[in-house]
């Protein structure tokens, strides 16, 4: 394996281990200083309010959560492998999927240690959004996001779409 793939590669691996380290102090803060269903105001748009989530993604299918915990670990090994066996990818790849890997740790991490994931951020005031997330959930975005976007825009540099020169024929 070249030098440059071994240090992209151990990146990959701090950035992981960073972010299921946060998020799991995160959880371990909320069990320890919240009951469940309690909230505490951070800001006028932001509380803290612990809920389990033993479902899957926006409290889908309650009672089902080692059934997310099986497909994430499924999905997150698939990743690994890619990692190694991917020839052309940039560090800031290894820097999303090390967040996106992280996250999902630590939700499956949840499972394992309390029986379903540690919820507790809490956006108010914006309508038609009820939902309870995570530091895990907020660092698979913290991956996402960015990648498909830096993706998106080297693509857009990489292969521009040349117009076709098409030639109308003249209005009666």
């Not at 371990?28 to 612990?50: D, K």
């Not at 066996?85 to 309390?114: E, H, P, V, W």
Request: charge should be positive; include cysteine; charged fraction near 10%.
């Amino acid at each position: 394996m070249h030098l440059s793939k071994k240090i992209h590669l151990s990146i990959f691996a701090f950035t992981a281990l960073l972010a299921v380290s946060l998020s799991q102090v995160s959880s371990i803060l909320v069990r320890t200083h919240l009951e469940i269903g309690e909230s505490t105001i951070v800001a006028p748009f932001l509380w803290l309010t612990y809920v389990q989530n033993h479902g899957g993604i926006f409290g889908a299918f309650q009672g089902q959560g080692w059934v997310f915990a099986l497909i994430t670990l499924f999905i997150l090994a698939g990743l690994v492998i890619y990692l190694i066996k991917a020839t052309s990818l940039k560090l800031y790849n290894f820097i999303c999927f090390g967040l996106i890997m992280g996250g999902g740790l630590s939700n499956i991490l949840d499972r394992l240690l309390y029986g379903a994931v540690i919820d507790f951020i809490d956006i108010r005031n914006i309508p038609y959004w009820k939902y309870i997330f995570n530091t895990a959930d907020t660092f698979i975005h913290l991956g996402i996001w960015p990648m498909l976007l830096l993706s998106l825009s080297e693509l857009k540099h990489t292969n521009p779409v040349e117009p076709k020169n098409i030639q109308t024929p003249p209005l009666p």
